[in-house]
């Protein structure tokens, strides 16, 4: 606290034999003693008390904070209803998909989903149609093989051999 080295306590005892006297030296520094343990007792009270003030202080924010997490968790637990969370995801998907309109199979898309090249979305109820007979492909007549060549070109050989 105080920089006070031996050399300085040396002149201050000095000062104090002359200006006090040695007949009452002794009371004089026994007094000081007790003043400064009063003053120590009451330095370490006060650090105790604020030390105790700061702790108070951090276990009123500690319990601030238990208590929040607390309610958090328990709201958290409270409002745990999975199935109606997935009841209204599909209810959000399924609602404009459900919106009338002009036509019963399909429903119309969106401006922006239209100038985006985006297809309208299909209505659950809707038919999905069917291909008509003009573009059916018709199968293809079956080609011969490579046997069936090599024999009618034998049999031609050998009736039209001369011809």
Known sequence: MFDIGWSELVVIAV???IAIGPKELPSVL???GTYMGKIRRMASEFQGQFQEAMREAEM???KKQVDEMTDAATKGFTDFDPLGDVRKEVAS???P???PTSTPS?????PEAAAAGMPAPV??????????????IAPEAPQPNDDA???AKSEAAKSGSGA
């Open 15 to 17: 000062v104090a034999l």
């Open 30 to 32: 026994r007094m000081v």
């Open 93 to 95: 998907i399924t609602d």
């Open 149 to 151: 060549k090599h024999e």
């Open 60 to 62: 009123a924010d500690l």
């Open 97 to 99: 998909l459900a919106t």
């Open 106 to 110: 399909a429903t119309r898309a969106s």
């Open 123 to 136: 209505s659950p109820d809707a038919t999905i149609p069917q291909p008509s007979a003009d573009l059916a």
